[in-house]
C-alpha cells in the first residue's frame, strides 16, 4: 500500500509561485525502492479533474499546454517525493491540486488534495 499526503498549497496572488510536495509512504517501499509514474492533477468548481503534469521513474516530463514553462514538477525518489514548482501563477490556476502515482504492478494511489487559489 502507498499513502500520498500533499503539502504547499495556499493564496498567492497573481503572478506568484508556490511549490507543493508529495510524500509517498506505505508498506510497498519495503519491496520497492521507488514509484513508476508521479504526477499532479488538479480540478477546479465545475469542472473535471485534469492532468496537469507528469514525470517517469527515468524523469521524462509532460506538461498540459496551459501550464508549459510555468510549472516544473521533479521527483526525489531517495525521499519518495514529488514537487511541482508552480511561477507565474494565474487566477485560472485555481483548484484543488492531486498527487498521483503509479506502482510497479500499475496500483493507481492519490492524494488527498490540497487547495490552491491565485487571486487577481
Known amino acids: 500500500q502507498v499513502q500520498l499526503v500533499e503539502s504547499g498549497g495556499g493564496l498567492v496572488q497573481a503572478g506568484g509561485s508556490l511549490r507543493l510536495s508529495c510524500a509517498a509512504s506505505?508498506?510497498?517501499?519495503?519491496?520497492?525502492?521507488?514509484?513508476?509514474?508521479m504526477g499532479w492533477y488538479r480540478q477546479a468548481p465545475g469542472k473535471q479533474r485534469e492532468l496537469v503534469a507528469s514525470?517517469?521513474?527515468?524523469?521524462?516530463?509532460n506538461y498540459a499546454d496551459s501550464v508549459k514553462g510555468r510549472f516544473t514538477i521533479s521527483r526525489a525518489d531517495a525521499r519518495n517525493t514529488v514537487y511541482l514548482q508552480m511561477n507565474s501563477l494565474k487566477p485560472e490556476d485555481t483548484a484543488v491540486y492531486y498527487c498521483?502515482?503509479?506502482?510497479?504492478?500499475?496500483?493507481?494511489?492519490w492524494g488527498q488534495g490540497t487547495q490552491v487559489t491565485v487571486s487577481s
Open positions: 514525470i517517469t521513474r527515468g524523469n521524462t516530463t
Open positions: 506505505g508498506s510497498y517501499f519495503r519491496s520497492f525502492g521507488s514509484l513508476n509514474d
Open positions: 498521483n502515482a503509479h506502482s510497479y504492478g500499475k496500483t493507481e494511489y
